[in-house]
């Protein structure tokens, strides 16, 4: 999330009741998850084995829960709590908004879009030209919606991500991440019914120009899925996946988070995508493999009675 205009960090110091360390003078212009920072980042480490990643990364200014050399260039707000101090940051330039009606009046919708009836439409949405949004569809805070989009019934567009820190101190042990991210979704993408799309921690899930999605889909927080791709009914994809383009994900696939699938990849129906895996092939089973070397190994797990049988013999 970019801010509206720059925080200076010893606001920021005195906001969250840290510590500076290194250049006082910083101005943040936006707060985002490690993978995410770019320059004038806000980021938050709170694991000693990612201090070096996050310390090496973009971000401008860390929120870190120990003392530790300050790289150059850079500013360290020293709080025991960082992950605390991250959302109360969040809370403060990307608060709850109620709705008092069914479509904001700050919402930007273009020409030759038709709203259906039930239609729940959030604060600072803006959606394109000669689009069509059915019955009962919301669409959260902040989403953007390209040209030429068809979003089908029940479906829900920006729900906050799945992403909690555990706390085994406390009765109740979760705390929530919050959300201050978007989903966009480009030109000419079809959406079916009942499907769920959340929106970034901090960053944007993007549903490419062109994608097709069949009914009852879920894509995680910061999923990047590419252009012209098509997802058959329940498929799932979990948090900050990338799917590139032209990728054909066949009925119930399940994606793990933090993966990549290559350029125009396959994957066979009931798969299980738990790594990364290249584009250009055609995959399937549970971790997959390429599908011809997999439906070799069934055939050959089909022949196991009967090789048995002539070893008893």
Known sequence: MKFEQGVPVQWLAEFTGATLKGDKEQIATGINEIHKVTKGDISFV???KYYNACL?????IIIINKEVDCPEGKTL?????????????VKHFRPFEPLNKNISDSAQIGEGTVIQPGVVIGNHVKIGKNCLIHPNVVIYDHSIIGDNVIIHAGTIIGADAFYFKRRKERAAQY????SCGRVIIEDNVEIGACCTIDKGVSGDTIIGMGT???NHIHIGHGA???????????VGVGGKAIIE?????????????????????IVYAQSGVASSIEGGKVYFGSPVEEAKTKMKELNWVKRIPELWEKVMK
Do not use: M
């Open 56 to 60: 090496n990364s973009a971000a401008t």
């Open 77 to 89: 707000l020293i709080h025991n709590d960082p992950f605390s101090a991250y959302v109360k940051i």
């Open 245 to 265: 383009d032209e990728v054909i994900l066949w009925g119930q696939v399940g994606v793990s988070k933090d993966l990549r699938i290559g350029k125009g990849a």
């Open 212 to 214: 097709k999605f069949d």
């Open 46 to 48: 709170d694991f000693e």
């Open 175 to 178: 705390d929530k991440l919050e």
């Open 224 to 234: 990047v899925i590419g252009k012209n791709c098509l997802f058959a009914a329940q």
